[in-house]
């Protein structure tokens, strides 16, 4: 098994961009939750994952073809389902991008893990080829939720889980869904609560939505299904700002909160617009220089795009420019996500203009936004209204 030590060649520097990120997606499930539209595949019998490995790898080396030479500040295993991979296939795979590109010597490698016992076993195994941050799918701890939710855990395994991602790993996150049905403030308060006792340094917090396509939209849209209604959910979102806070975990985007210095690095690159290569059945890029940025997309049925990598090297069924003007509105979109906000002159040297100076005094006027020293950032206030704001301001 490969040794932590030996994976990576350091490189020379770090650079104060938004850096670099490479993400790979292993779209495999034991069961397809209800409400996720996620690219997650369940099938009968196990995949070939040394297959499927060989053609994430000869991914990684055409998207490295595209790449200028590159310092990758975060590696991030995501799906689907991750942790079903052994970790020698996930020692493979890093060891590739270690080939290609230098290597941050405080790089930060992700690994996407549902807690159950068996993939739970795994973890020392995941650790020692490298991985050092591990993101739990907890979604609820009551156990009723966890049924209707689809999940396969109990609130014990979970907890179990926990436990042993804090003995194994430095750093370590878990995702939680609320508005659930008939979820009360007091009921979430006390469950919060109890997750936020475990120790993690960040956490990810999603309000239930009905996505299309899911079986949780055929509900919904027969009536058999009710989630809180705009104003309830404000009031549980408000009661998770609150917890969060109490126990140092500020938001710092709109759905995820930290310790200070404990953000998700990867996810960071996304939200600031940095760089990133996107591997496997799928998943989406960011690639280029400068003010030239290709968007890219990989074919999201996992055996097709395993056919199409074994034959072309790559299962690439996007790969454009992204002209100034659509630069402009994805590094608005992404960046007041951010509680730091964005830059405004990083905005005008993509896009070639300012925004409207009315528009922004406005909303401020409103509250919604702040406006000092050459950045705007959303309010708390403003936060449950990011859609509309981002949309105000591009108008």
Request: aromatic share 8%.
């Given at each position: 098994m490969t040794n932590a030590a030996?994976?990576?060649?350091?490189?020379?520097?770090?650079?104060?961009?938004?850096?670099?990120?490479?993400?790979?997606?292993?779209?495999?499930?034991?069961?397809?939750?209800?409400?996720?539209?996620?690219?997650?595949?369940?099938?009968?019998?196990?995949?070939?994952?040394?297959?499927?490995?060989?053609?994430?790898?000869?991914?990684?080396?055409h998207a490295a073809e595209m790449t200028d030479q590159k310092t990758v500040n975060s590696i991030f295993f995501g799906g689907g389902t991750p942790s079903l991979m052994s970790p020698s296939t996930v020692a493979a795979i890093l060891d590739r991008i270690a080939r290609h590109w230098s290597i941050a010597p405080n790089i930060e490698i992700?690994?996407?893990?549902?807690?159950?016992?068996?993939?739970?076993?795994?973890?020392?195994?995941?650790?020692?080829?490298?991985?050092?941050?591990?993101?739990?799918?907890?979604?609820?701890?009551?156990?009723?939720?966890?049924?209707?939710?689809?999940?396969?855990?109990?609130?014990?395994e979970a907890l179990k889980a926990i436990a042993i991602a804090r003995d194994d790993f430095p750093r370590i996150s878990f995702d939680l869904i609320y508005a659930r049905p008939d979820q009360t403030p007091h009921a979430w308060r006390n469950e919060l609560e109890r997750a936020l006792q475990q120790g993690a340094e960040h956490i990810s917090v999603y309000q239930l939505t009905i996505e299309p396509e899911t079986p949780f939209e055929a509900l919904f849209r027969k009536g058999m299904l009710r989630i809180p209604n705009?104003?309830?959910?404000?009031?549980?979102?408000?009661?998770?700002?609150?917890i969060c806070a109490a126990h140092g975990l500020p938001a710092y985007e709109?759905?995820?909160?930290?310790?200070?210095?404990?953000?998700?690095?990867?996810?960071?690159?996304?939200?600031?617009?940095?760089?990133?290569?996107?591997?496997?059945?799928?998943?989406?890029?960011?690639?280029?220089?400068?003010?030239?940025?290709?968007?890219?997309?990989?074919?999201?049925?996992p055996e097709k795009w395993l056919a199409l990598v074994e034959r072309n090297g790559h299962g690439l069924t996007l790969n454009e420019s992204v002209t100034p003007s659509e630069q402009a509105?994805?590094?608005?979109?992404?960046?007041?996500?951010?509680?730091?906000?964005?830059?405004?002159?990083?905005?005008?040297?993509?896009?070639?203009?300012?925004?409207?100076?009315?528009?922004?005094?406005?909303?401020?006027e409103d509250g919604l936004i702040e406006s000092q020293d050459g950045r705007v950032r959303v309010t708390a206030v403003g936060f449950p209204l990011l859609d509309s704001i981002v949309a105000d301001l591009v108008t």
């Open positions: 030996t994976l990576v060649r350091i490189a020379e520097t770090d650079t104060d961009s938004p850096g670099f990120g490479i993400y790979v997606h292993w779209p495999f499930c034991l069961s397809k939750c209800p409400y996720c539209d996620f690219n997650s595949h369940v099938r009968h019998e196990k995949p070939n994952e040394t297959r499927f490995a060989a053609a994430i790898s000869a991914e990684l080396e992700t690994l996407e893990a549902n807690p159950t016992s068996v993939e739970a076993a795994r973890f020392r195994g995941y650790r020692e080829v490298g991985v050092n941050r591990v993101s739990l799918g907890v979604q609820s701890l009551d156990n009723d939720s966890l049924k209707f939710l689809g999940r396969l855990h109990s609130a014990e705009s104003d309830e959910g404000r009031v549980l979102w408000d009661v998770t700002q609150e709109v759905s995820n909160h930290a310790k200070r210095g404990a953000e998700c690095r990867h996810n960071l690159i996304y939200w600031r617009y940095g760089e990133y290569v996107g591997v496997g059945p799928g998943a989406h890029g960011r690639v280029g220089t400068g003010n030239q940025r290709r968007a890219t997309a990989t074919e999201r049925q509105d994805e590094f608005l979109l992404m960046g007041l996500r951010l509680r730091e906000g964005i830059e405004l002159g990083r905005y005008t040297k993509l896009s070639h203009h300012v925004l409207d100076p009315a528009r922004i005094a406005s909303l401020v």
